[in-house]
């Protein structure tokens, strides 16, 4: 059995709501996340997915204690994140870095792109003078750019080229984990695939193992291995990607699945509409957390809270209470699809 490179149990991350501008007082905590357990295996990758301002964000800074966690345990490759001081931290974060959803914001537009890349070999002692440069031109070619773009600013490049600059920056110190967080949602959905490619050959060749912060599950279900589905700072359905796309458990995962459009014109999904919005964290419901939109609600729901337990497979886990009489939307064909009935009238109408 592969050992676990992250582990990560009973996560949890309350931000305290203050009011007032000089005179703050605090009025309550906003649960962005709130006892996440979850692991990641050398080599995987684990996407969380779910709609904005489930925790998917906040749970991967977590994880690289960009900030400081609630409670829980974080364990990377045996040792205690928490529980390591800033030295010991700043090491182990050369095995663990961060992609960033807007390459622009997240490169120094005073640095060129060699000055960027040379920085972290710097400052982890992992080469200087002539090695440095040698290296610095190696990640450029890694990410598909040529040497002499070292010389030139972010500003100067298109959106794809600074995401892949940023990729290249988290490959400097050559880590084992990468966090990506939503790394092609800015991008053109022709560069998103060039930058998805990339991520999975550097994946093969180096090992890596990334914990994939999505909410385009077209682009998870290319990418992952396992997927983890987030609402309300819980994880409600967690599985195999196969197993999870195939037949999803949860009524939250059937809605949001129902969404994907389908590239087939003969058939079409038959489309879960969520009733409301989703509650504030500040105050999320009693029970199970999605009883409020869910179709399959019932008084055990808006009581008890699901725990997440093995369904179907041992590989996959659900929270909810009524999993196994909740059946998942199939795809829905047609006798006759809409584009065979447009090409009939036109044969009909140049007949006459």
Known sequence: MTAHLLSVADLTKHFPARRGVIFQSTVGTVRAVDGLSFHVAPGETLALVGESGCGKSTTGRLVLRLIEATSGTIQFAGRDVRALDRGALRELRRDMQIIFQDPFASLNPRLTVGDALAEPLRLHGLASGG???????????EVGLSPWHALRYPHEFSGG????????????????????????????????????????????????????????????????????????????????????????????????LSAVPVPDPAAQR???????????????????????????????????????????????????????????????????????????????????
């Open 161 to 256: 080229q600074r995401q892949r600059i940023g990729i290249a920056r988290a490959l400097a110190s050559r880590p084992r984990l990468i966090v990506c967080d939503e790394p092609v949602s800015a991008l053109d959905v022709s560069i998103q695939a060039q930058v998805i490619n990339l991520l999975q050959d550097l994946k093969r060749r180096l090992g890596l193992a990334y914990v994939f912060i999505a909410h385009d599950l077209a682009v998870v279900r290319h990418i992952s291995d396992r997927v983890a589905v987030m609402y309300l700072g819980k994880i409600v359905e967690l599985g195999p990607k196969r197993s999870l796309f195939a037949m999803p458990r949860h009524p939250y995962t059937q809605a949001l």
């Open 270 to 352: 038959a489309r879960i509409r969520l009733a409301g919005d989703v509650p504030s964290p500040l105050n999320p419901p009693r029970g199970c957390r999605f009883h409020t939109r869910c179709g399959h609600a019932q008084e055990r729901c808006r009581t008890e809270e699901p725990a997440l337990r093995p369904i179907g497979t041992a590989d996959q886990v659900v929270a909810c209470h009524f999993a196994e009489s909740i059946t998942a939307p199939a795809l829905v064909s047609e006798a006759e699809p809409p584009y065979a009935r447009r090409l009939a009238a036109l044969r009909k109408l140049a007949a006459a």
């Open 131 to 141: 090695a440095l440069h040698r290296r610095v031109d190696e990640l450029l070619g």
